[in-house]
Nanobody
Framework: QVQFVESGGGLVQPGGSLRLSCAAS????????MAWYRQAPGGQRELLAR???????FYVDSVKGRFTASRDNARSTVDLQMNSLQPDDTAVYYC????????WGQGTQVTVSS
């Protein structure tokens, strides 16, 4: 089974930026479309962005224009550059395939607060 390890989270002020990274234990190309998800306290896990094997990204409206997903198939990593962060972006962030195959890692906590 594939394992994902997310990193790069932390505490940031509103308007700030973070770059998250997800490392896959196996060949990323074989996993197909990858995605970033998040789960806020008391909320359900939600899709934020997905990126095809060839690197074409798609975003949900709430992050469009602020977040940028990228992938490096050779390094088996998927990144998420997050700009203009707001308190509503506070959540645990995960990567997985799209559609999800429940290869959830431990996630990385992002807290946006002044």
């Amino acid at each position: 089974q594939v394992q994902f390890v997310e990193s790069g989270g932390g505490l940031v002020q509103p308007g700030g930026s973070l770059r998250l990274s997800c490392a896959a234990s196996g060949p990323l190309f074989s996993l197909g479309t990858m995605a970033w998800y998040r789960q806020a306290p008391g909320g359900q896990r939600e899709l934020l962005a997905r990126i095809t094997t060839s690197g074409h990204p798609f975003y949900v409206d709430s992050v469009k224009g602020r977040f940028t997903a990228s992938r490096d198939n050779a390094r088996s990593t998927v990144d998420l550059q997050m700009n203009s962060l707001q308190p509503d972006d506070t959540a645990v962030y995960y990567c997985d395939t799209f559609p999800s195959r429940d290869f959830w890692g431990q996630g990385t906590q992002v807290t946006v607060s002044s």
